[in-house]
């Protein structure tokens, strides 16, 4: 778990509500790389307020254990939405459960088993849309 705590990540930015962008972070048996992932989100050096909404499709591994434990840590950040049964295997598309629930004016992407190595990816983007 990244060593910023709340406080720390939010320090410059100029606003606290609502998030400029939305991190939409798709998880489905990521328990290797789930942290990792959040971490590298969660580094991220912004002078805008954004929020990570974590979806777990109802992982069979510790995937939404780990989610758990970020949202715990970072509940002004971190909003998650855990599963009880599979959405994927019913047909449905996760970004239609999970983009009505981003609050950003934009969207950027996370994959489970990605993450990000420039902490300034976020103010790069939103620069260069603004």
């Not at 998880?27 to 002078?47: G, P, R």
């Not at 995937?63 to 971190?78: C, S």
């Not at 994959?111 to 103010?123: A, C, I, N, R």
Request: glycine residues 4%.
């Amino acid at each position: 778990m990244t060593a910023k705590n709340e406080t720390e990540i939010m320090q410059n930015w100029k606003y606290a509500e609502p998030p400029l962008l939305s991190v939409a972070y798709i998880a489905y048996n990521q328990e290797s790389y789930a942290a990792e992932a959040l971490d590298s989100i969660l580094m991220q050096e912004t002078d805008f307020p954004f929020e990570i909404v974590a979806h777990d499709d109802r992982s069979t591994d510790k995937t939404a254990e780990i989610l758990a434990a970020y949202g715990r840590k970072y509940p002004n950040i971190i909003k998650l939405i855990l599963q009880k049964e599979n959405q994927y295997s019913k047909g449905i598309k996760i970004e239609t459960i999970l983009f009505p629930k981003t609050r950003g004016k934009y969207i950027a992407m996370c994959e489970g088993d990605d993450y990000w190595t420039d902490p300034h990816k976020l103010q790069i983007q939103v620069d260069a849309m603004r």
